[in-house]
């Protein structure tokens, strides 16, 4: 089931935007170049939304600690993170974005950790 996330207009190229659908948690979304990425926005290594982070190419920068996500693969590239963050599949369509597909619930759950 596709769920709306945002227009496309709301993401500036450069920018994350945190969305919050109801019974998920809070992801957030990055505009890389045209390109839309759809991630977890709580930080593996601190209790900070990477949504208030700065987008440096295609890497989310926490501003709590400065460490460092991929968000187009969720790997962990700067320390002091070290794990990865989850990912999820996403469409365009329209101006806007869309959320693939529900979020598995042991991804619900890993994200409160």
């Keep these: 089931m596709r769920r709306l996330l ?3 207009a ?3 190229d ?3 935007k945190a969305i919050q659908l109801e ?6 979304v990055a ?3 045209g390109a839309f990425h759809v991630f977890e926005a709580l930080c593996s290594h601190g209790a900070s939304s990477l949504a208030e982070g700065r987008l440096l ?3 989310v920068e926490c501003v709590l600690h400065k460490g460092r996500f991929d968000v187009t693969t969720g790997k962990a590239t700067r320390r002091p993170a070290k ?3 989850a990912v999820y599949p996403s469409v365009v369509e329209d101006g806007q974005l869309f959320l693939e597909s529900d979020i598995p619930a042991e991804a ?3 994200a409160g950790r």
């Design 57 to 59: 190419g295609c890497e």
């Design 31 to 33: 505009n890389v170049e």
């Design 23 to 28: 019974g998920l948690p809070e992801l957030a």
């Design 83 to 85: 794990k990865p963050i």
């Design 10 to 12: 709301d993401v500036p």
């Design 6 to 8: 945002c227009d496309l």
């Design 14 to 16: 450069g920018h994350v």
């Design 108 to 110: 619900v759950s890993a």
